[in-house]
């Protein structure tokens, strides 16, 4: 493999992760934003949720831009933005399990 093929690879990688991360950022911001809105008729502990998506997002949709101006593999803005994501995700999971963020239609 020559270094140019190597260097097209990484950036082919950057820009696929950089895709995803920008739809997950806006995902999580989107989630916020909506906690946030109807935040007087809220919990406490989904008000918090909501601030850590609405924070995590633009955090995960600048480290993807990052990564597509840097147009290859760059280590700071993975470590960021997988942090954020890792972050956001591991919230989600905990306020589904908890029964803060109801998950199933009233029966």
């Known amino acids: ?9 990484k950036s ?4 696929v992760l950089a895709l995803l ?7 999580m ?19 918090a949720c909501g601030l850590v998506w609405i ?3 633009p955090t995960i949709f600048g480290c ?3 990564l597509f101006g840097s147009l290859r593999r760059n280590l700071l803005a993975l ?11 591991a919230v989600l999971a905990t ?5 803060v963020l109801p998950c199933s239609a009233p029966g």
């Open 64 to 66: 993807a831009l990052w």
């Open 21 to 27: 991360m920008l739809f997950f950022g806006s995902l």
């Open 95 to 99: 306020v589904a399990a908890t029964g």
């Open 1 to 9: 493999m020559s270094r140019m093929e190597g260097t097209l690879r």
């Open 12 to 15: 082919v990688g950057a820009t």
């Open 55 to 57: 924070l995590a997002g």
């Open 79 to 89: 470590r960021i933005g997988g942090t954020a994501i890792v972050l956001s995700g």
């Open 29 to 47: 911001f989107l989630f916020g934003y909506v906690v946030l809105r109807e935040w007087r008729s809220e919990r406490a502990a989904l008000i």
